[in-house]
């Protein structure tokens, strides 16, 4: 079982940042892929950004490259979400989630286990 727990949401102005942090329980975290997930109401939940359990391949949504930045680190548990030059378009629940499937990173069937998201707004 792991669980995870997403922090660093907010409101912001439009150009701003924010950085996201995914902490996860258990001893094996390090053996999980993540991706962060959005949600805006209405419409469904995208990947915006994966990442490997060693960190070896990254995905993200074209709409955000050049602007977000996934990281983790294996020996705190915890996978970031750097969002910079944030637009009101990303406003959305934001999800962490975890899988060790081989299944792509872009596959929403590969992730068994989710937080509960922190809201993101955007004003502009």
Do not use: H
């Amino acid at each position: 079982q792991v669980q995870l727990v997403e922090s660093g949401g907010g409101l912001v102005q439009s150009g701003g940042s924010l950085t996201l942090s995914c902490v996860a329980s258990g001893r094996t975290f390090s053996a999980y892929d993540v991706g962060w997930f959005r949600q805006a109401p209405g419409k469904e939940r995208d990947l915006v950004a994966g990442i490997t359990r060693t960190g070896g391949t990254i995905y993200y949504l074209d709409a955000v490259k050049g602007r977000f930045t996934i990281s983790r680190d294996n020996a705190k548990n915890t996978v970031y979400l750097q969002m910079n030059s944030l637009k009101p378009e990303d406003t959305a629940t934001y999800y962490c989630a975890s899988g060790r499937s081989s299944l792509p990173l872009t596959s929403v069937l590969k992730y068994n286990y989710w937080g509960q998201g922190t809201q993101v707004t955007v004003s502009s």
